[in-house]
């Protein structure tokens, strides 16, 4: 891959790594974005600040609570070790799954050395990344850059040749997609009357409302979803995630189409929603955390998955997709960083094992580890919201064959079994394939045996009714307030 010319569309999480893994493979990479790229100390700052630098259109997700798994664990200390060294220095803390917080210290659940992660913000995390590709020696940052369409050559096939963009033309051996969930270049295939990517789309069927805060003294809480307390109840769901620096999220979750509830956006609402959850009145006791941002809200997400080989042949040559322009996966399942660290890397290694003389071949070689490497999680994913917006919607789940053991079953026994848990744990950290857990004879047995022992309680958390209770009673306080500011108003 020496001399050959990159083109990285794109410069957030997938577009930074997708740099670093061809740059570090002899490749000369010119990065595009339309956004700001100086580099940003990293330090704790003002959560105000940091939320401002984090946030960009094209990115609402960036705000809002980020954790990297144990997959994206591996992938920064095998491949990035620079990377991962300097987020530990500026304050990102490396997180037992599952572990318990005390006052000083997060104390593991098991002896698995794998079952780590990364406890940072975003911002924090990027700001990091940029600052090491920005002095990286072969690469070509160019910001305030926006890509308008594609170049290509003839060919019943397009040879993408680079890209369009504000500032001219840029060619290049190879374009790589680092554009995200609403990636533009389908519509750009189409524009050059090639066939577009093959795309399944499905709602995660949730919005997210989350406000930071900083930890004034650290509760001795379990964090029993893996990187966070909390999780999904009955109606809605609440997590608290503590950060980098002493910073702390809580997200509400809350379905996407449930008007009724939007107004929970207001900072007392959400404060009093957040506190019926189980595992949160210790992160919203006096004294422990203080709120620094306002209620960020995010009005939905998607599951979503692109192919650029379709019936078996590449739609395009020269151009292969990477990170969330080819696969993205519901946010609180805390996969994307991870997966699109794995795949950028990844898809550098096939560039520099195939070399570029056969664009078809390395098109489908890509689109072979796309459907390994990425697609069981989206298909997870979407498996699972089906599941939850069922349980929230009052109707029936998805049909289960007789005798078949369900993830959520596995989960329920994952309290009483630790052999369970683990298993479900490197499930979660995708350090073993989604699909892997339902091979384990073992694991099943165990599960059987503790729902014989411990039937399925009803989900737990508030119900819908007891959310609006809560708007309703800030409403009520809310138009009092406002009479009693009235001069003209009526007292009677």
Known sequence: MNGARIAVVGGSMAGLMSALAFARSGAE????????????????????????????????????????????????????????????????????????????????????????????????????????????????????????????GPGAVPVIEGVRTSQGEVRADLTIDALGRASPVGKWLGGLGARTPEETAEPCGLIYLTRWYRLRSRPAVPLNAGFSAGGYGASSGCIACPADNGYVSITVMTPQGDTALYPLAEALAFTEAARLHPGMSAWLAPGVCEPVSAVLRWPGCENRFRRFVVAGEPIALGLLGVGDSLCATNPTYTRGISLAARHAFGVADIVRAEGLGDLRRLAIRADDLAQRALRPWFEDSAAQDRVRNALWSGVPGPHTPPGEVTLQQIALASRHDDVVWHAL????????????????????????????????????????????????????????????????????
């Open 425 to 492: 744990a490197r499930r979660a950290g995708m350090l073993d394939a989604p699909e892997a857990i339902f091979a384990r004879t073992d694991v099943l047995e165990r599960v059987r045996s503790v729902l014989a022992r411990h039937p399925a309680l009803p989900p737990s958390g508030p119900s819908r009714d007891d959310l609006l209770q809560v708007i309703e009673a800030r409403q009520g306080l809310q138009a009092q307030a406002l009479s009693l500011s009235d001069p003209l108003s009526d007292p009677f």
């Open 29 to 152: 990479v010119v990065l595009l974005d339309r956004d700001p790229m100086a580099a940003r100390p990293p330090h704790a700052g003002e959560m105000e600040v940091a939320i401002d630098a984090g946030w960009r259109k094209g990115v609402p997700q960036a705000r809002h609570t980020h954790a990297l798994a144990a997959l994206g664990r591996k992938v920064f200390r095998e491949r990035m070790p620079d990377v991962w060294a300097a987020l530990l220095e500026a304050g990102a803390i490396e997180m037992p799954f599952g572990g318990r917080l005390d006052e000083t210290a997060v104390v593991p659940r098991c002896g698995d050395a794998d079952l780590f992660g990364l406890s940072a913000r975003r911002s924090l995390v990027e700001d990091v990344l940029r600052r090491i590709v920005l002095a990286e020696r072969n690469v070509a940052v160019r910001a305030h850059v926006v890509a308008t369409g594609l170049l290509a």
